[in-house]
């Protein structure tokens, strides 16, 4: 069984450049997490989705980023512009209501130059 | 604020010894607390969990303790094995079932 399936897993960009990263939940699941992982702030929940629908961006840095979520097996994550701050690796997570685990992806590891 | 704060970056064990992970938190209101561990350029995986209804969990080697008066919880792992060796990140949620609060991670190192 597939678990949750992320790319690209590394990304090299420069400034200014738009970013796309892209997330496969595991299939039943119906929440979906973005998180941001660095070595100053550690596991940082950008935004989750529950059954397709955002319900708490308000970890999104700013304005440069944007999730959406047009079905059920499918996110995307969007830095536009870019830049060096972004530099991370971004995990993406799923789970089933009613459970608190979650399932993690291997992650982005984003490099912004 | 960090409202989950794991204050040692880094712990280093030798093999077959016991190997104790802090946790501190500020919310009083998390009530579900959740232990991850992360091996490189792989995605945290769920290792063991605790409700706030009881003070301690045990999963084979690994035990979970639980100080609400402290809002401080602790993973212990004995006896520690190299393979152990991995980033372990706390976490924390309000309700079981809702969004979770991650601690910044510490680098446990077991040496054989």
């Known amino acids: 069984d597939a678990g949750v399936i992320q790319s690209p897993r590394h990304e090299v960009t420069e400034m200014g450049q738009e970013v796309t990263l892209r997330c496969k939940p595991i299939?039943?699941?119906?929440?979906l997490f973005w998180y941001r992982q660095t070595m100053m702030r550690g596991l940082e929940l950008l935004i989750y989705?529950?059954?397709?629908?955002?319900?708490?961006d308000s970890g999104m840095p700013e304005d440069r980023f944007s999730a959406k979520m047009p079905n059920a097996s499918f996110s995307t994550l969007k830095i536009q512009p870019s830049e060096p701050r972004d530099s991370a690796v971004y995990f993406c997570?799923?789970?089933?209501?009613?459970?608190?685990?979650?399932?993690f992806g291997p992650g982005t590891r984003l490099t912004v130059l | 604020d960090q409202q989950v704060k794991q204050n040692s970056p880094s712990l280093s064990v030798q093999e077959g010894r016991i190997s104790i992970l802090n946790c501190d938190y500020t919310n009083s209101m998390f009530d579900y607390f959740l232990w991850y561990k992360k091996y490189p350029a792989e995605g945290p995986t769920f290792l063991i969990s605790?409700?706030?209804?009881?003070d301690k969990n045990e999963d084979g080697r690994f035990t979970v303790f639980l100080n609400k008066s402290a809002k401080h919880l602790s993973l212990h792992i004995v006896p520690s094995q190299p393979g152990d060796s991995a980033v372990y990140f706390c976490a924390a949620s309000v309700g079981y079932g809702n969004k979770l609060v991650f601690g910044a991670g510490t680098i446990l190192r077991v040496k054989s």
């Open positions: 299939s039943g699941h119906n929440s």
């Open positions: 605790i409700s706030s209804i009881k």
């Open positions: 989705f529950n059954n397709n629908v955002p319900i708490d």
């Open positions: 997570a799923s789970r089933t209501d009613g459970y608190s685990e979650q399932f």
